[in-house]
């Protein structure tokens, strides 16, 4: 099993600012995953992180605006750039662990942009 | 493609209900997973279950209940005489099994049940 620190829990940010989001596992892991739920939506994949590589990312992100980091095998940041109230959303990590393909998330961040 | 359907966006019930969600997928591998995933109002998602594509037994956990059927591509929950604190919403996700792949979720069904 896998067990995710994820922080800070929520934050409230002005528009024009920057968040970055802190992911921490207790394993060792290939890849992990960042998810964006929007209020009343479902989780929509932001981008996939592979430690050594640049992250991949899904239709409709980009780097620019999403950085992340993956500096080792245990620890991924995504950074929220330029933020605007559109940003609001849940943000989540995740870890998927095989060879049974254990799903694992974090806890969230919950991120107003005012 | 893989899809994830969950066709009903609310349901209402009473309390000591019974109440099914339903969830259809779309994929064109053999070997699979299926989750189901609740998120109560403080945002977490709680896991509730994971089935391989393999493992078409039905599979019952106190109230609740899950049905997989292959045959139409369909992975339904069940809860059983339902109760307030089951309000959430519930997102019903399929992963394959290949290296480096991530979960793709259904829209998720909102649950309420009130007293």
């Known amino acids: 099993s896998a067990v995710i620190s994820q922080k800070p829990s929520r934050d409230i940010c002005q528009r024009g600012t920057s968040l970055t989001i802190q992911c921490q596992v207790d394993?060792?892991?290939?890849?992990m995953f960042w998810y964006r739920q929007q209020p009343g939506q479902s989780l929509t994949l932001i981008a996939t992180?592979?430690?050594?590589?640049?992250?991949?990312?899904e239709s409709g992100f980009v780097i620019d605006k999403f950085p992340i980091s993956r500096p080792n095998l245990t620890f991924s940041t995504l950074t929220v750039s330029n933020m605007s109230p559109e940003d609001s959303s849940i943000y989540l990590c995740?870890?998927?662990?095989?060879?049974?393909?254990?799903?694992?998330f974090g806890q969230g961040t919950r991120l107003t942009v005012v | 493609a893989q899809k994830v359907t969950q066709v009903q966006t609310e349901i209402s019930v009473v309390e000591k209900e019974d109440v099914t969600l339903d969830c259809v997928y779309e994929?064109?591998?053999?070997?699979?997973?299926l989750f189901w995933y609740k998120q109560p109002p403080s945002g977490e998602l709680v896991f509730l279950i994971r089935?391989?594509?393999?493992?078409?037994q039905n599979e019952i956990s106190g109230r609740y209940s899950w049905n997989f059927q292959k045959s139409t591509s369909s992975f339904n929950f069940t809860i059983t005489a339902s109760q307030v604190v089951d309000s959430a919403v519930y997102f019903c996700?399929?992963?394959?099994?290949?290296?480096?792949?991530?979960?793709?979720f259904g829209k998720g069904t909102t649950l309420s049940v009130s007293s």
């Open positions: 995740s870890v998927v662990i095989g060879p049974n393909t254990e799903a694992f």
């Open positions: 992180a592979n430690q050594g590589s640049e992250a991949t990312y």
């Open positions: 089935r391989n594509s393999f493992d078409e």
């Open positions: 394993s060792q892991v290939t890849m």
């Open positions: 994929t064109r591998d053999t070997t699979y997973y």
């Open positions: 996700a399929l992963i394959h099994n290949q290296a480096g792949t991530a979960l793709i």
